[in-house]
């Protein structure tokens, strides 16, 4: 059983694409593609904050007074967490925020995606998308009719010319077929494929 790709446009060359319903006819899994954005969104955290507890601050080596008869407060050393310049209680670490999430869900998930993509016309197939040239003007022409979308366009893979002429246009971003991602999917309004892409995808998810 088979589904239909519809053409960018009449005047592209490509015309439309008959893809596998098994990939592109699934039905709609909200639950599981919300783990899916979830997983995607963890994945772009840098988990990069730190702080330093009372063993890493420097100093702090000899116990400040006596522990008896001074009338103060004893105190082991001026790195307490209670003392101004200390070591912070709890200190956070650097750490992943990576999710774990096995290939049968991430297929499972990306199938559901493109497929209510699909439902909802708003993935189009186009060999003409991909530049012949390294200019953004030639991109931007062809993408006039969705200047006020947020565009991903899905090669089959990432050449000079369509890397050089994408960089530089606001609410687009350009990925392979081998690099898709869950989160890229569902924030575009409109995902153009090439046909070669789209073969590439069918096999990968079949």
């Known amino acids: 059983m088979s589904v239909i790709i519809p053409a960018l446009n009449s005047a592209d060359s490509a015309g439309e694409v008959e893809v596998s319903a098994d990939v592109f006819g699934r039905e709609y899994n909200e639950a599981l593609i919300h783990q899916l954005a979830v997983k995607g969104m963890a ?19 000899a116990k400040p007074w006596k522990q008896k008869g001074s009338g103060k407060a004893r105190c082991g050393t001026i790195r ?4 101004k310049g200390g070591g912070a209680t709890f200190a956070a670490q650097p750490r992943s925020f990576d999710q774990k999430l096995n ?9 559901s995606i493109l497929s209510e993509l699909l439902r909802q016309n708003r993935l189009v197939a186009s060999e003409d998308i991909m530049p012949s040239t390294p200019k953004t003007k030639e991109l931007v022409a062809k993408l006039k009719d969705l200047s006020k979308s947020r565009v991903l366009i899905i090669a089959d893979e990432l050449t000079e010319n369509i890397y050089l ?12 077929a081998n690099e898709l ?22 096999a990968r998810l079949s």
């Open 103 to 111: 290939k049968k869900m991430y297929r499972a998930g990306i199938r």
């Open 165 to 176: 002429s994408s960089r530089n246009i606001a609410n687009l971003e350009v990925t392979t």
């Open 181 to 202: 991602d869950p989160v890229m999917l569902i924030a575009a309004d409109s995902v153009i494929a090439t046909p070669a892409a789209l073969k590439a995808i069918e």
């Open 80 to 83: 307490s967490p209670l003392w």
């Open 43 to 61: 994945g772009l955290r840098s988990g990069t904050k730190a702080q330093k507890n009372r063993a890493a601050v420097s100093g702090g080596g």
